[in-house]
């Protein structure tokens, strides 16, 4: 403990590193105002035309709601058709966005989006029927599919949303990338001289001698994975509060699916959970990140130079995520909502497992190995003997 | 000298400088060397060589001949094309037999198989004509125009510069060196020299690379042609030749390297840490990039300097329907003045640097402490960060659109079909589109007390943008509504006041300035409106040409439907009846008279220059002057 409090203070709790950071999260929160004003619904935003109508309107669908939007909205296309009616200039109080044909138009929209809420159900049926079709046709010819087509069917079984909401903050936030790759920045900023440093200034030489090599490893280890969870919950924060202060933060409960563009989630959660999972994933990114700079680390002796591998190394991943396929390549959790789009699964002897739930698993089995072999590269034989030495002539 | 060489022998082979130069030159070479092949856009070898047959005689500046060939061979296609449909309706309406089809396909074959290579070669000479550029066998973006920043070189540039510096601070050299009168400041001059020079030749060995394959893809012959030629460049507003844009993009990078090299030794001598000159410098590189990227800021940046060809994209862009220009480049006046920005920096950074390590045994010592070298370099850069910024936040009246994320600012500049006029009013209207749902909004800024005035009725948030026509005195929006019906919206410039003014809803009653349509067609498409250069514009219907006047209120001023082609010179209005004939319409009297009459025209071939009516009947395009 004494070990890991020591490394935190050396590698992180650093006056650069929180400048850093500082600085990235403000380059962060200006990348958050360009992505709503290119990928956001700007009718949803408070000087929108969307946003009276909508914090009337918002919660459960009931049916009085129903009955109160519809005749609303026949309402006001009936004031619009009128022969005498003028568009007029000046905003009016009575109406929500201020004028008549505004309130049809954002009626009408709020009518589509009880709709899709409503309707939802059906396409899980047509879903469902389908899968069944697949399943008949794939009886007796393919047993991968046939699984595959039973586990569709099981997946998408019981599925209904009740509320009328606005989601852009989740869709905005499952989209983001820029907060993976301050992630990224920051471990290769904190980690790439942890190893490097020691042995610059023979620290590796102390600690072998005190029978510590094990223990500075592993302390150094605990050190990148709690950074990176700090990192990524940081960052999720930031991201959800950045998008959350101009849609609003609510409806966390309701399902992922309630999203237009994760229609057919493969995962029956709520978006908390997606949050969550999201969280995670892009923790374990990280830690695979955090784990290659160490290992380049343990190998340079020259900080500078482990800088420049561990650059060159992230960006040959990357590059190498280009023509890999996106289930075999843990880069792919840089942009979270590719998951949840579809249900895309990987044929793991002969049984379909969902791609959010493989790539997790083998990014934690790349980090193990990556890990040991840091293991073996900074507490070579001779280290781990000359700490047993150490630990038999103490006693 | 001999400090040079020694410093020179330590720093390239002992500090493996000259590797780390070299595995940058080389991945460069081995990730170029795929791209080093023209394709011409085509797919296969035969194809390429078809395509260069066709395109060898109209290389280089355009004429009159070359253009006259164009539509020939255009002609040619087009005939082919229609004896080829006329054939298969023939062969399956059973007026023909297979063997008769086969054998007078083979008249048409030879002309359809090329069809690609014509079209192309066609599209290039229109364009060329248009540009008034150079017909260059180029047809997609060539590798000049790359411009992305190597990331790899400029962390080799850090780790070469960090190593040098921070490695003698770290030895016991530095005691040694201290102890000499002028040791440091010799050594560190040295040392920055050859840093310099390493840094350089390693750029110019690049730019070679970058040559050859450029040569590959487009030979020496054609570098001397107009660099408008190649398709991104069209805007370029200097008057530069493919070489002369090649060998200034290289000064440029050449620049940015040495920028970035300075940059790097003085960070290393002033905090003597590789998280500040190498993790840092190629961080804020990439950040720059990756958020900068859409509106330019990198390249308003210094850190801009290392992408080389954005600087010469231009400053305009025409789009689809030249009512309106795009702003996608940086003014050629801001490149200058940043590279000499970058230049000043590097000296002062060097001269800073190897003023700061005189020492004590020195009898003059100037008085360059950390601090105050530090401080001042602070001051330059916040000078050229200050005008980065100012660059950035200008107005120039000259840049008509400005492409911000997905908002378009337009700024009321048209030109009026035809003659090409361009008419400037006294706001800048915003269009903004967003790009997920499609819609539009409008708004107007004021020029004289940048004033933004919204348009209220303007907000179309399911609605998608086509087109935006813009005069002094009004817009005119043409829109797809939610149910997929294609509507028009006309914007007052002086009251602000605005109506639907067409939506071909099938079946459904439309009002068009007072006047009320009922048909299952489009009452008119932006391609049926005519802008004059006061407050009317013309439109076509079914049932004539409709004029709309100040009053807003349409009247009917030929009463004869009008097929096609509906084209305007300031004067009249030109188009085809629907008896196969060309009518004129004097704006000025309102006479209407038949210029063509008794040739079967084809539809949509009218078209005109200040000179000139053109379009096309069963002989081939006619020429008529006006």
């Known amino acids: 403990m004494k070990l890991f409090k020591y490394e935190l203070k050396k590698n992180i709790l650093r006056l650069p590193v929180l400048l850093l950071f500082a600085a990235l999260i403000l380059v962060s929160l200006y990348k958050h105002n360009e992505t709503v004003q290119l990928y956001g619904t700007q009718d949803y935003l408070a000087d ?186 940081i960052m999720t924060f930031t991201d959800i509060l950045s998008f959350g202060c101009r849609y609003g933060v609510e409806f966390l409960e309701q399902p992922i699916y309630a999203i237009h563009s994760f229609t057919y989630a493969p995962l029956d959660i709520s978006i908390f959970t997606a949050i969550l999972i999201t969280a995670f994933m892009r923790f374990l990114l990280t830690v695979f990140i955090g784990e290659i700079v160490l290992l380049i680390s343990s190998t340079q002796k020259n900080i500078g130079i482990s800088y420049a591998l561990s650059f060159c190394a992230i960006g040959a991943l990357i590059y190498l995520h280009g023509s890999l396929p996106s289930q075999f390549s843990p880069f792919s959790m840089i942009c979270m909502s590719n998951f949840f789009t579809d249900a895309e699964f990987v044929n793991v002897l002969g049984f379909p497992v969902l791609n959010i739930i493989f790539l997790p698993v083998l990014t934690i089995l790349l980090c193990v190995t990556v890990n040991l072999v840091c293991f073996a590269v900074a507490c070579p034989q001779r280290a781990i003997r000359l700490t047993g030495k150490a630990r038999s002539n103490a006693i | 000298m001999k400090i040079f060489v020694y410093e020179m022998k330590k720093i390239l082979i002992k500090q493996y400088a000259i590797i780390i130069l070299a595995a940058v030159v080389i991945v460069r070479l081995l990730s170029s060397l795929p791209l080093a092949k023209q394709t011409y856009g085509f797919d296969s070898a035969t194809e390429r060589e078809k395509y260069f047959e066709i395109i060898s005689p109209f290389i280089g500046a355009v004429t009159e001949e070359k253009a006259d060939r164009a539509d020939e061979l255009e002609n040619q296609l087009k005939t082919a094309s229609q004896q080829y449909e006329k054939l298969i309706d023939q062969r399956l309406e059973h007026k023909i037999s297979d063997i008769e089809y086969y054998e007078q396909m083979k008249l048409y074959e030879p002309t359809l198989n090329i069809k690609k290579q014509i079209e192309k070669t066609v599209e290039q000479v229109r364009q060329a004509q248009e540009r008034q550029c150079d017909i260059l066998p180029v047809s997609y973006i060539p590798i000049i125009c790359e411009a992305s920043a190597d990331y790899l070189f400029v962390l080799a540039i850090c780790l070469i510069c960090s190593l040098s510096i921070i490695t003698e601070y770290t030895s016991k050299t530095r005691y040694i060196l201290r102890t000499t009168p002028a040791g440091q400041s010799r050594s560190m001059a040295a040392k920055t020299a050859v840093l310099l020079l390493s840094v350089a030749v390693a750029s110019v060995l690049l730019s070679a690379v970058e040559g050859y394959c450029l040569s590959k893809q487009l030979p020496f012959e054609y570098w001397a042609y107009s660099a408008r030629g190649i398709e991104i460049m069209t805007n370029c507003t200097a008057e530069l030749s493919i070489g002369g844009l090649f060998i200034q993009t290289q000064l440029i990078k050449l620049v940015g390297s040495i920028f970035t090299a300075s940059v790097a030794i003085l960070i290393s001598e002033l905090f003597k840490s590789y998280a500040a000159s190498v993790f840092s410098l190629v961080t804020v590189q990439i950040v720059v990039d990756y958020v900068g990227n859409r509106s330019n800021l990198s390249y308003l940046l210094p850190t801009g300097a290392m992408r080389g060809y954005g600087y010469f994209y231009g400053d305009v862009t025409p789009t689809a329907e030249n009512n ?303």
Not at chain 1, 135 to 150: H, L, M, P, S, T
Not at chain 1, 174 to 179: L, R, T
Not at chain 2, 330 to 354: D, H, K
Request: overall charge negative; some cysteine.
């Open chain 1, 48 to 233: 929108g035309p969307m946003h009276n109508i909508y914090q009337a309107y918002k919660g459960e669908i009931t049916d009085e709601k129903i009955q109160r939007i519809a005749a609303y909205k026949n309402e006001m296309s009936a004031i619009v058709s009128s022969s005498d009616f003028d568009y007029p200039t000046t905003p009016d109080d009575r109406y929500y966005t201020g004028f008549a044909f505004g309130d049809n138009g954002s009626s009408e929209k709020v009518i589509e989006e009880m709709k899709y809420a409503i309707e939802y159900i059906n396409n899980i049926i047509v879903l469902r029927e389908k899968t069944q079709t697949a399943i008949a046709f794939y009886e007796g010819k393919n047993d991968y599919k046939v699984r595959e087509a039973q586990q569709i069917e099981c997946l998408y079984g019981n599925r209904h949303i009740d509320v009328y909401g606005n989601y852009d903050t989740y869709a905005l936030y499952f989209d983001y990338e820029f907060s993976t790759f301050i992630s990224m920045i920051m471990v290769l900023f904190v980690f790439a001289p942890s190893f490097s440093k020691q042995k610059a200034i023979s620290d590796d030489k102390i600690i072998c001698a005190c029978g510590k090599v094990k223990s500075v490893f592993f302390a150094k280890h605990l050190c990148m994975y709690a950074f990176c969870a700090a990192i990524t919950m």
């Open chain 2, 324 to 626: 309106y220009m795009q702003f996608t480049g940086v003014p050629l006046w801001y490149t200058a003045v940043l590279m000499c920005g970058l230049l000043i920096f590097s000296a002062a950074a060097c001269a800073g640097t190897i003023l700061s390590c005189n020492n004590r045994l020195k009898r003059k010592r100037k008085k360059i402490h950390k601090a105050a070298l530090l401080s001042t370099m602070c001051i330059i850069t916040s000078l050229l960060l200050s005008s980065c910024s100012v660059a950035n936040n200008r107005y120039d009246p000259e840049d008509t659109m400005k492409l911000v994320g997905g908002s378009y600012t337009l700024i009321g500049e048209y030109n009026i079909p035809f003659t090409n006029e361009l008419k400037t009013s006294k706001y800048k209207i915003v269009l903004e589109t967003n790009q997920s749902s499609g819609g539009f909004s409008i708004s107007l800024i004021d020029l004289a007390s940048k004033e933004k005035l919204d348009i209220p009725q303007s907000y179309f948030s399911d609605e998608t943008f086509i087109h935006c026509f813009i005069t002094e005195h009004y817009i005119l929006v043409e829109y797809i509504t939610k149910d997929g019906a294609e509507a028009m919206r006309y914007y007052d410039l002086n009251d602000f006041s605005t109506q639907t003014i067409a939506q071909n809803t099938q079946g459904v009653e439309k009002n068009l300035f007072g006047l009320t349509f009922k048909d299952s067609e489009s009452i008119f498409t932006t391609s049926s409106l005519v802008f004059t250069d006061d407050r009317d514009f013309f439109f076509v219907t079914d049932s004539g040409l409709y004029k709309v006047g100040v009053n807003k209120n349409a009247s009917l001023i030929i009463d004869e439907p009008v097929t096609e082609g509906l084209i305007y010179d300031a004067h009249s209005i030109y188009f085809i009846s629907e008896k196969d004939s060309i009518k004129r319409y004097d704006l000025s009297t309102g006479i209407l008279s038949e210029i063509v009459s008794g040739e079967k025209i084809i539809p949509r071939s009218l078209w005109g220059d200040y000179d000139y009516i053109y379009y096309t009947n069963e002989n081939g395009e006619q020429k008529l002057a006006k």
